[in-house]
Antibody
Framework: EVQLVQSGAEVKKPGESLKISCKGS????????IAWVRQMPGKGLEWMGIIYPGDSDTKYSPSFQGQVTMSVDKSINTAYLQWGSVKASDTAMYYC?????????????WGQGTTVTVSS | QSVLTQPPSVSAAPGQKVTISCSGSSSKIANNYVSWYQQLPGTAPKLLIY???KRPSGIPDRFSGSKSGTSATLGITGLQTGDEADYYCGTWDSSLRVVVFGGGTKLTVL
């Protein structure tokens, strides 16, 4: 079964660092782009960017450039999203998703989501 | 405010048909494929339609997609209470070079 499994919920204080993960299985992880999507409480979907596990090529949405860092460890089929210093406005659900064939074809497999809560 | 425009909500009775629209500019919908996602309450989004009108394996043919110019439409026939969810359209924005989504449409099956 093709699946993406994300790490568990996080509760952080403003200014703390954070790294969440997304582990792929059931397919050639290094051969498909992984996207990260944010969903703030009660709001819609926002595309943050993508990373290609094969060579770690990364493309960020301008809205998130400099705010987060995407990385990957293809030896363990895992992608990461990290913050150097979280803010209250980072409180959201974060999803990783596999890009089907190209970005034009949508995202066909989604992780279950990681809830991030930032509060003092 | 989302880059793609969807109605905030639609509703219909069980067994009926509903359509959800998604509109955008030429740099978005007109020149790129549109995908549709279903997000059931408390769950992750799920790909329903890709490449404007194709269904992934396992998606029933009650769900259909179409595109004309700068607008796309998701159709759902034979509505079931289990179809109650938020539906999002998405596409590639050739100008911004990002994936953009609509604001989402909440479907209520009365």
């Amino acid at each position: 079964e093709v699946q993406l499994v994300q790490s568990g919920a996080e509760v952080k204080k403003p200014g703390e660092s954070l790294k969440i993960s997304c582990k792929g299985s059931g397919y050639t992880f290094s051969g498909y782009w992984i996207a990260w999507v944010r969903q703030m409480p009660g709001k819609g979907l926002e595309w943050m960017g993508i990373i290609y596990p094969g060579d770690s090529d990364t493309k960020y949405s301008p809205s998130f450039q400099g705010q987060v860092t995407m990385s990957v460890d293809k030896s363990i089929n895992t992608a990461y999203l990290q913050w150097g210093s979280v803010k209250a406005s980072d409180t959201a659900m974060y999803y990783c998703a596999r890009v089907a064939t190209s970005l034009l074809d949508g995202m066909d497999v989604w992780g279950q989501g990681t809830t991030v809560t930032v509060s003092s | 405010q989302s880059v793609l425009t969807q109605p905030p909500s639609v509703s219909a009775a069980p067994g009926q048909k509903v359509t959800i629209s998604c509109s955008g500019s030429s740099s978005k919908i007109a020149n790129n494929y549109v995908s549709w996602y279903q997000q059931l309450p408390g769950t992750a989004p799920k790909l329903l339609i890709y490449d404007n009108n194709k269904r992934p394996s396992g998606i029933p043919d009650r769900f259909s997609g179409s595109k004309s110019g700068t607008s796309a439409t998701l159709g759902i026939t034979g509505l079931q209470t289990g179809d109650e969810a938020d539906y999002y359209c998405g596409t590639w924005d050739s100008s911004l070079r990002v994936v953009v989504f609509g604001g989402g449409t909440k479907l209520t099956v009365l």
